[in-house]
Each structure stands twice: as structure tokens, then as C-alpha cells.
């Protein structure tokens, strides 16, 4: 099995920034694609940005210039970086991976979420 663990989360006022973390365990041999996404009350998970093994990167356009997604493979963990946070960036932030394990060539697995709320 596979465990996807965000951390980072928190309270932070309009302009603000937080580094948003996710670490990956379990029977891992090799994740492929890694990504961000998030749910605003009452609304739709939304992509925010994906990451591939080779640094592929992709943002939605909400997030573009502000927001920087990175990965270090060696401890199967991605970042977020969200810089000039704005109240509609308020939401839970969920992370995703394309896994491989002993038993599966690629499964995407979510973590838990964490929650980003902020000020105005």
C-alpha cells in the first residue's frame, strides 16, 4: 500500500506565502506524475498543477506565476510553493501520485488534504 501525507497547511493573510509539502510511502518502486489539486467549499476539485518524473510541469492558469510545484524523487515527496496568496486561493489542497508498485505498473493515489485558508 501507499500513503500520500500533505503537510503545510494553515492560516495566512492576502500576499502571503506557504510551502505546502507531500510525502509518499509505502511499497513504492517508481512514481510517475505527482500533482496538486483543490476544493473550495461548496465547489469542484480543481487541478492546480502537475509535475512529471522528468519535471514536466503544467499550472491552471489561477495559480500561473504565483504558485511553484517541485518534486525530489529521491524522498518520493513534491512541493507547492504559493506565493501572493489571495482569499480565493482558500480551499483544501489535495496531492496525487501515479505510483508503481510490486503489484501495479501505475495507480494514483490521493492524500488526505490540507486545509489553506486566506485573509483578506
Known amino acids: 500500500q501507499v500513503q500520500l501525507v500533505e503537510s503545510g497547511g494553515g492560516l495566512v493573510q492576502a500576499g502571503g506565502s506557504l510551502r505546502l509539502s507531500c510525502?509518499?510511502?509505502g511499497s513504492i518502486l517508481r512514481i510517475f506524475a505527482m500533482g496538486w489539486y483543490r476544493q473550495a467549499p461548496g465547489k469542484q476539485r480543481d487541478l492546480v498543477a502537475t509535475i512529471t518524473r522528468d519535471g514536466r510541469?503544467?499550472?491552471?492558469?489561477?495559480v500561473k506565476g504565483r504558485f511553484?510545484?517541485?518534486?525530489?524523487?529521491?524522498?518520493?515527496?513534491?512541493?507547492?510553493?504559493?506565493?501572493?496568496?489571495?482569499?480565493?486561493?482558500?480551499?483544501?489542497?489535495?496531492c496525487t501520485a501515479n505510483v508503481e508498485t510490486p503489484d501495479r505498473y501505475g495507480m494514483d493515489y490521493w492524500g488526505t488534504g490540507t486545509l489553506v485558508t486566506v485573509s483578506s
Not at 57 to 62: F, N
Request: charged fraction near 30%; aromatic fraction near 12%; glycine fraction near 0%.
Open 57 to 62: 510541469i503544467r499550472y491552471a492558469d489561477p
Open 68 to 94: 511553484t510545484i517541485s518534486r525530489d524523487n529521491a524522498k518520493n515527496t513534491e512541493y507547492l510553493q504559493m506565493d501572493s496568496l489571495k482569499p480565493e486561493d482558500t480551499a483544501v489542497y489535495y
Open 23 to 25: 510525502a509518499a510511502s
